[in-house]
């Protein structure tokens, strides 16, 4: 994974609920999200992204982690808790891992499988994926120790 610039910010609402619209700059394909603060993207070795956005809302933060192929979302998974803040800060990159923290000194980590998987899969406290019950699961998030490092 690599840190990119391809989406840029074309419209952005955060009342009466955040909205983000998202253009690809190498095309006009875009692609819509209920987030207002695109935060980071990264991009595969197959050339999906991995985007990251926030609701931009303090007491009540919510972080969302999309797996994008052109302007199709293949995955996406939201972090976060009534009453809850968060703040997104990277600690590492792998070449299909991303080591993260959201709220306190709990480090996660998202992972890019290569084949889906369509079995439902436990994820951790405070985490849901969006989407069909039974519809391909490419992201994986775990919660690891801030000392363990793996190969990322």
């Known amino acids: 994974m690599r ?12 009342e009466p609920e955040p909205r983000i ?9 875009t692609v819509n999200f ?5 935060i980071a993207q990264y991009q595969l070795p197959s050339g999906d ?4 956005l926030d609701e931009d809302c303090p007491y009540e933060e919510q972080l969302h982690l999309a797996l994008v192929r052109g302007s199709d979302v293949l995955d996406h998974i939201v972090i976060g808790a009534p009453y809850a803040t968060g703040d997104y800060r990277e600690v590492a990159l792998g070449e299909k891992e991303l080591r993260f923290r959201f709220s ?6 998202l ?4 084949k ?20 391909a ?16």
């Not at 619209?21 to 394909?29: A, C, H, P, Y």
């Not at 992972?111 to 290569?114: G, S, Y």
Request: contains cysteine.
């Open 3 to 14: 840190r990119v610039a391809t989406f840029g910010v074309t419209s952005c609402q955060r």
């Open 49 to 52: 992204i991995v985007l990251i």
């Open 116 to 135: 889906a998987s369509h079995l439902p899969e436990r994820l951790p406290a405070g985490a849901r994926r969006l989407g069909r019950w039974f519809s």
């Open 104 to 109: 306190g000194d709990t480090e996660l980590l």
């Open 137 to 152: 699961h490419h992201l994986s998030l775990q919660q690891s120790a801030p000392n363990e490092h793996q190969t990322a």
């Open 111 to 114: 992972a890019v499988r290569d």
């Open 21 to 29: 619209t998202l253009v690809r700059k190498d095309s006009d394909e």
């Open 34 to 38: 209920d987030a207002a603060t695109l």
